[in-house]
């Protein structure tokens, strides 16, 4: 028996159409369509409780998401099932198979489940050409680690302009563990006890931007693994979460390699108490030219050592992985914050967070392993009394002639980040990576 009947309509840009949204329907579409070809899909609504896998290049574009006015003409499917509606795990990662979907709004129903879900653990150089964009992701998730979308391994695309309501998490990035540590530390040409930028405002990140968020449940990003995530641009208001994204340090997994997180806005329709916006708990950290608009007391950010580093016996210098990736240092390291902004003119403090849990001791890093201006450079200072600077930043359209070892510089006109190694020179450390994302084709 035939599932499906398409109705070839010539190649790109007019690709095959599926005269129904039903899963059988699609599968059966996807799976005669060759490699490089369209599927589009009609307006209407479909529940499965199937994964649809995606091995090949493939665009697959829906009628529209209805967001945010509603209609006929939306493609909503809704999913029932226990995994994801979408699975993306390219047969030949290597290759750079592009896949694209768009035009669909996902639906989890509020269950305990998936939307999209990414995957690269074969090739360690990445899977970059890949595209999720003019989506809607709905209802996903009800336990701390499931997200709308999830990736595994060496992922390294693109989500943008998507609208994300009512997900427990919108984001959970996953590597590979000690072998992702492993390929980042040859990559990136620096041993396991040394530390730098290099590899950061490339393309090996996996990139959110210019998305909308509301009313997420639990958090916008959870990270871990090995990941490494770039989120940017984008808008998120919310009423009940009180933190944004947590990028874990070493605890029984490996932590986050590194993230950059930078000119997003933020607005706490209902406020409850301090808003608790990023968890810096590993790895290195990029994070400035944010603005939340919160009108209930303060924003923080909270730097923590991860347990593993300094519980005793351990030290600050504790070494994780195995013997086939080798062992590596994944404390805070490098970190760079400035520029976030409270209500567009107070500076975001900077708190450190106490094993025990406790949110406030204020400028007193219990682990004793952080230094500032060592391990993480930020123009906030740490404790609730002031906003003076805790070390030399400077934000300017030139820099400075003369600077001190240790000294940072964000420099405005050209957006590059500079720091000073020796005395009076100054090292270019950071650029961002190209705006919009050369995948968008603007």
């Known amino acids: 028996m035939s599932y499906v009947m398409v109705l070839k309509t010539g190649t790109s840009p007019g690709g095959y159409t599926v005269d129904s949204l039903e899963f059988e329907y699609v599968e059966a579409a996807y799976n005669m369509i060759p490699d490089g070809g369209m599927l589009r899909l009609p307006p209407g609504e479909a529940t499965w409780n199937s994964t649809l896998n995606i091995t090949k290049s493939i665009k697959i574009i829906g009628a529209g998401t209805g967001y945010p006015d509603s209609g006929d003409d939306a493609t909503i499917i809704k999913y029932s099932g226990s995994e994801y509606p979408i699975k993306i795990q390219p047969s ?77 998490l919108d984001f959970n990035f996953s590597g590979t563990n000690y072998a992702a540590w492993a390929v980042w530390i040859k990559d990136s040409g620096v041993d396991t006890l040394e530390f730098s930028t290099l590899g950061l405002g490339g393309d090996d990140f996996f990139f959110a931007e210019d ?7 639990h958090r916008i990003i959870t990270s871990g693994t090995g990941s490494r995530w770039v989120y940017r641009h984008n808008s998120i208001t919310f009423s009940a979460c009180q933190q944004i994204a947590d990028m874990h340090g070493d605890s029984s997994n490996a932590g986050v390699i590194a993230a950059e997180f930078y000119e997003n806005d933020h607005i706490d329709s209902t406020p409850i108490g301090w808003l608790h916006t990023f968890a810096y708990r590993g790895g290195t950290a990029i994070i400035f030219n944010n603005n939340v608009v919160f009108t209930s007391n303060r924003a923080y950010i909270h730097i923590e050592e991860e347990n593993n580093d300094y519980e005793p016996p351990k030290a600050c210098n504790y070494l994780m992985g195995d013997e086939t990736n080798g062992y590596f240092n994944m404390k805070i390291h490098n970190g760079y914050l400035w520029n976030n902004l409270n209500n567009g003119t107070q500076r975001i403090w900077i708190q450190h967070r106490g094993a025990t849990g406790t949110n406030f001791p204020t400028d007193i890093d219990p682990s004793g392993c952080l230094t500032p201006a060592v391990d993480y450079w930020s123009d906030t200072k740490d404790d609730s009394a002031s906003e003076q600077d805790l070390f030399t930043f400077t934000k300017a359209a030139s820099a400075p002639e003369i600077c001190t070892v240790g000294d940072v510089f964000w ?32």
């Open 411 to 442: 420099n405005t006109s050209t957006s590059k980040l500079y720091k000073c190694n020796t005395t009076n020179t100054w090292t270019e450390i950071y650029t961002p990576y190209t705006y919009p994302h050369p995948l968008r084709g603007e």
């Open 211 to 217: 998305n909308i968020s509301e009313n997420v449940i």
């Open 92 to 168: 030949d990662p290597g290759s750079e198979p592009l896949v694209e979907i768009t035009g669909i709004t996902f639906d989890g129903q509020s269950g305990n489940r998936y939307g999209l879900y990414i995957v690269n653990t074969s090739e360690p150089s990445g899977y970059h050409n890949f595209r999720i964009h003019h989506n809607a992701f709905k209802n996903f998730g009800t336990s701390v680690e499931v997200a709308a979308i999830r990736t595994y391994g060496y992922v390294y695309g693109l989500a943008d302009n998507n609208y994300f309501y009512n997900n427990n």
